[in-house]
């Protein structure tokens, strides 16, 4: 087992919009250097939407990268590094459901792909959902839709939802709430 790890050089090799790409230069045990691929990710927030009747909303919407369309919780980026999830959580709410709520309350964090990834997920859920206006971004379309969470077990363990933000934060949401 490798018992001393100090990165040597981080080094920038790609900026995107959402992601940066790196190659670090890891010594491991001072005998041997080895390339890491690193993605800095800026982070983002999650919510579960749950209605009076205790049904939770669900956007589907279009991901380029499966090159198919998804059902997920509403999610999005951090608007800066330092923002508050729980501000973020309230945005994506509003902009993706067209619901505020003043009832946000933290589920989990998540950490979506340690081995590259600094990505870092703070889910909430959102209770007492007060109909406001949808402030969908330009390049994004969205289907609303209500759905017990039996009825989102069951589209988790057929592989009708796949996304893995979704997927754990409806199952932690049925183990803390009992649904």
């Known amino acids: 087992m490798s018992e001393k790890i100090r990165r040597l050089k981080r080094e920038l090799k790609f900026k995107g919009q959402i ?15 080895a390339v890491w691929d690193f993605i800095k990710h800026r982070g983002a927030a999650a919510v579960v939407p749950v209605r009076e009747d205790g049904k939770i909303l669900m956007v589907r919407q279009y991901r380029n990268a499966l ?46 792909t340690v081995a590259f990834c600094n990505e870092r997920i703070e889910v909430y859920v959102a209770r007492n959902l007060i109909p406001a206006e949808q402030h969908l971004d330009e390049d994004e379309f969205i289907d609303l839709k ?32 009992g649904a």
């Not at 790409?21 to 250097?33: L, S």
């Not at 989102?152 to 934060?169: P, R, V």
């Open 146 to 177: 209500a759905y017990s969470i039996d009825e989102l077990k069951e589209k988790i363990f057929s592989g009708e939802i796949e996304d893995a933000k979704t997927t754990a934060a409806l199952m932690a949401y049925a183990v803390k709430y």
């Open 67 to 112: 090159e198919r369309y998804t059902l997920e919780i509403p999610a999005g980026a951090l608007d800066a590094e330092d923002e508050q999830g729980r501000v973020c959580a309230a945005r994506e709410l509003e902009e993706e459901t067209g619901f505020k709520s003043q009832d946000l309350d933290w589920l989990i964090t998540l950490r979506t």
């Open 19 to 33: 992601v940066d790409f790196y190659q670090d230069t890891m010594e491991i045990n001072g005998d041997h250097t």
